[in-house]
């Protein structure tokens, strides 16, 4: 089993970051050494262990349907690195 | 180009944007048109360490939808984060449902048009899940202050409750597509889940188009995105066959890609390559704990449903005798169904009701603008007026009379006739002395009558009515003039 370069290169993209090759082979390394030491809880027996979606033993936590009043526009602008018109401006995407 | 030696393969994916008043996991106003950025909290911000609480009521509007589509609703249903970086996605991932959606197969029947006549045909629907919106890219003028590019965000709408109606590959061109949605938005409306606005964005759709000859396996399918109504689905729909069927025929190979309709052009264009797009690693979301929807609980959603449009149309005709086509048109709103029962109750035939209401009523609404719930004419008013032309005291030419001044808030239909004297005449005396009038005016039409020529009867009964200023009772003029003659 184990990652190979090209799953390495396929995670940097997905995750939109720039690796350098020296970089790549260090990160394989140890995701590979991440996976191997996770790779312990396959050899769990959890024949009798139902599947489960969430560790917590609770189902539906719900809110009624009733507005509040949230941020308003200048504290939900404070942070932005760059703003225009009440908006938050980014570089543009290309398509 | 052999189009027609291919078969049309669609499946449709709607999103519809539920009708809550607040967003899926936060209590920010789930408004349409605010300021930008003015309806926003750390939830839907995505603000490190805020904490998404589901609203029960979105999920109450996700079952409804399911319920009427005929789907089973999940015992056992979970959240899950769909990872992906984009600008209007602020969190960097959007909470939706994965393996376990809240509602499972199901279908719609629709009628649809086609060349030799309306056939009704039932799609199956394979799920429906809820999930949130992202927000608004705005890339106006503005944009490009500067010269630097770069687009404004408006994060309003993330986090707006939607439900995803994935179809099956069952339509088979743009006719089917456009029926499909058609009866879609009218359940969707009829139930309150969603208003169903295109041109909001409140109803959005995908398409999953291919082409193949009938016999042989299902072709590559190509996803068309950005089409802002249901015409331009069904265009969509046929020019993207036409380039399949064109690349096929001249050698080439469909490829599984994401195309946008450009509705100037009329074509789908490529868009960038997503080869790992689908990459979207799923996993359950942490933030929030399943959901476990009991057949009591369903049950109770159930109750809740009104009558659907086509169960109404069902009971109509089978409750009160109306034509397909009555059913059809008094269904188009519940407001409008709503108001020809109370006609109804209020003791006028249904038949008489239903034309009054398809034809007056609804040119009358249509001419000042108005809506069903503000007709100028509430239902007990229009039935009396029906009494009294069912019971002759009014003829229906002066009816129509009577209903305009309803219209134009003359008040009860009664005092109408009264006040503008247009009680119908029908005293045989009456009768008779206009009968002998309008046959002395005109001797040739009684020769030609009496010599066998009988086409002249209904030109002598409306000089008659003409004479009696509308008001003889035609029934009773043609009986006359039958027995004067």
């Known amino acids: 089993m184990g990652l190979s370069e090209k799953d390495v290169d396929h995670v940097a993209r997905l995750a939109r970051i720039e690796i350098t090759p020296e970089e790549r082979s260090l990160y394989l390394r140890q995701l590979n050494a991440v996976l191997e030491h996770a790779a312990g809880l396959a050899r769990v027996d959890v024949s009798g ?28 602008l404070a942070n932005a690195p760059d703003k225009s018109k009440g908006c938050f401006r980014v570089p543009r995407i290309l398509e | 180009m052999p189009l027609t030696d291919y078969e049309i393969v669609v499946g449709l994916e709607v999103h519809a944007e539920l009708s809550t008043r607040t967003k899926m996991f936060c209590s920010c106003p789930n408004r349409f048109g605010a300021e930008p950025n003015t309806q926003v909290c750390p939830v839907c911000l995505g603000l490190p360490g805020a904490l998404p609480v589901l609203n029960r009521e979105a999920v109450v509007r996700a079952a409804r939808a399911g319920l009427a589509l005929h789907c089973p609703i999940a015992a056992f249903n979970k959240f899950d984060r769909k990872q992906y970086f984009y600008p209007d ?29 309306t056939v009704r045909r039932r799609f199956g629907i394979t799920r429906i899940h809820m999930e949130e919106d992202a927000g608004k890219l705005l890339h106006s003028g503005a944009a490009q202050i500067g010269g630097s590019e770069s687009s404004l965000v408006d994060y309003n709408r993330a986090g707006v409750p939607l439900i995803e109606i994935v179809s099956e590959p069952d339509l088979r061109g743009p006719e089917d597509a456009e029926a499909y949605l058609a009866a879609l938005k009218e359940i969707l409306r009829y139930l309150g889940v969603s208003d169903c606005n295109m041109e909001e964005g409140s109803l959005r ?53 994401t195309r946008a309709w450009d509705a100037e052009r009329s074509e789908t264009r490529a868009m960038r390559g997503k080869e790992e797009a689908h990459d979207y690693r799923y996993f359950p979301e942490p933030d929030l704990v399943p959901l476990e929807l009991d057949e009591a609980w369903v049950e109770g959603v159930r109750r809740g449903l009104p009558e659907l449009p086509e169960a109404k149309r069902r009971r109509l005709e089978a409750e009160h005798g109306l034509p397909a086509y009555d059913a059809q048109v008094l269904t188009e709103s519940a407001e409008l169904a709503d108001y020809f029962e109370a006609v109804v109750r209020a003791g006028a035939q249904p038949k008489a009701a239903s034309n009054w209401i398809m034809g007056e009523l609804l040119a009358a609404l249509k001419r000042l603008g108005l809506g069903v719930a503000e ?13 009294l032309l069912d019971s002759g005291v009014i003829s229906g030419k002066i009816a129509k009379t009577v209903f305009e001044e309803m219209v134009s808030g003359g008040g009860d239909p009664a005092a109408i006739v009264e006040r503008m004297g247009l009680t119908q005449v029908t005293d045989s005396g009456a009768i008779d002395g206009f009968a002998r009038a309008a046959m002395e005016a005109h001797p040739a039409v009684v020769a030609e009558y009496r010599g066998g020529k009988t086409a002249g009867l209904g030109f002598l009964v409306g000089q008659v009515m003409k004479l009696s200023k509308g008001k003889a009772n035609p029934a009773l003029v043609n009986e006359a003039l039958k027995r004067l003659l």
């Open chain 2, 375 to 387: 007709a100028p004419v509430a239902p007990g008013a229009l039935a009396a007026m029906l009494k």
């Open chain 2, 89 to 117: 996605l602020d969190k960097a991932y959007q909470i939706s449902q994965f393996d376990l959606p809240v509602c499972g197969k199901g279908h719609l029947e629709a009628d649809v048009e086609t060349s030799t006549g």
């Open chain 1, 49 to 76: 262990t139902p599947p489960t979606a969430h560790i917590l033993p609770l189902r539906n936590v719900w809110r009624a349907d009733e507005p509040a009043q949230g941020l308003t526009r200048e504290q939900a």
């Open chain 2, 205 to 257: 759709c995908d398409a999953n188009i291919s082409v193949h000859r009938p016999g042989t396996p299902f072709g590559t399918r190509v996803e068309v995105k950005n089409m802002n109504s249901f015409k331009n689905v069904g265009k969509a729909i046929v020019s993207e066959a036409q380039r399949q069927v064109a690349l096929i025929e001249s050698g080439g190979v469909v490829t599984m890609e």
